[in-house]
């Protein structure tokens, strides 16, 4: 069965810190793996798309690493910022379907001052 | 240049009753996919529309029907709603690439349906 699994399922962290955000897939077969940003009760936003030839790409403080062998995925948040409290979704698309997007629950994280 | 967008944004029906939610799809965009996430779960895939026809579906009873129209606008329609209905409705769109990988898709705001 195709499934995202993501840990934690919530974290709470400091203002200025770092933090990484875990995803494991069991997806197969497998296009492409994307990490999405969702504000309570607003639409996810794409902060990276990586096919399962890059290892890691970056948006900004936000960089993903993906591990097609183990079907591992990270997104490393640096120097956080209040206004990155939300949910981080980890998103696996299957081979052949555009549009059948597999999508994990969510880590929610809160930046506190 | 106006990003997805979805109407109503709220919506409160009863159970039993019959709903249509509305998506316009980016600028440029030729395909639209219908979500539904209930509270606290991560989105899960309805159906996608491309050329005026549902290309793929989710596991989603028929009760949940949609259509494309030539402006690539879509409905999704809910029949015979039930209270685990509840969700928030999100559409997405994207242009369609043969044999892409890695294409984007954008999301609307959603609509919070409501069944009482």
């Known amino acids: 069965k195709n499934q995202v699994e993501q840990s934690p399922q919530s974290l709470i962290i400091l203002e200025g810190k770092n933090c990484t955000l875990q995803?494991?897939?069991?997806?197969?077969?497998?296009?492409?793996l994307r990490w999405y940003k969702q504000d309570t009760g607003r639409g996810p936003v794409s902060l990276t798309i990586?096919?399962?030839?890059?290892n890691t790409k970056s948006n900004g403080r936000y960089t993903a690493t993906l591990d097609a062998d183990t079907k591992q995925s990270s997104l490393h948040i640096t120097a956080s910022q209040l206004s990155d409290s939300a949910s981080y979704i980890c998103?696996?698309?299957?081979?052949?379907?555009?549009?059948?997007?597999?999508f994990g629950k969510g880590t929610k994280l809160s930046v506190k001052p | 240049d106006a990003g997805v967008t979805q109407s109503p944004t709220h919506l409160i029906k009863t159970r039993g009753q019959q709903v249509t939610l509305r998506c316009s799809p980016k600028s440029g965009h030729d395909t639209v996919s219908w979500y539904q996430q209930a509270l606290g779960q991560g989105p899960q895939f309805i159906f996608q529309y491309y050329e005026e026809e549902e290309r793929q579906r989710g596991n989603f009873p028929d009760r949940f029907s949609g259509h494309q129209f030539p402006n690539y606008s879509s409905e999704l329609n809910v029949n015979a709603l039930l209270l685990g209905d509840s969700a928030l409705y999100l559409c997405?769109?994207?242009?369609?690439?043969?044999?892409?990988?890695?294409?984007?898709?954008?999301f609307g705001p959603g609509t919070r349906l409501t069944v009482t």
């Open positions: 997405a769109s994207s242009f369609f690439f043969p044999n892409k990988l890695g294409y984007e898709q954008y």
């Open positions: 995803c494991n897939y069991t997806v197969s077969p497998f296009s492409n």
């Open positions: 990586m096919t399962f030839s890059e």
């Open positions: 998103v696996v698309s299957p081979g052949g379907s555009q549009g059948n997007l597999i």
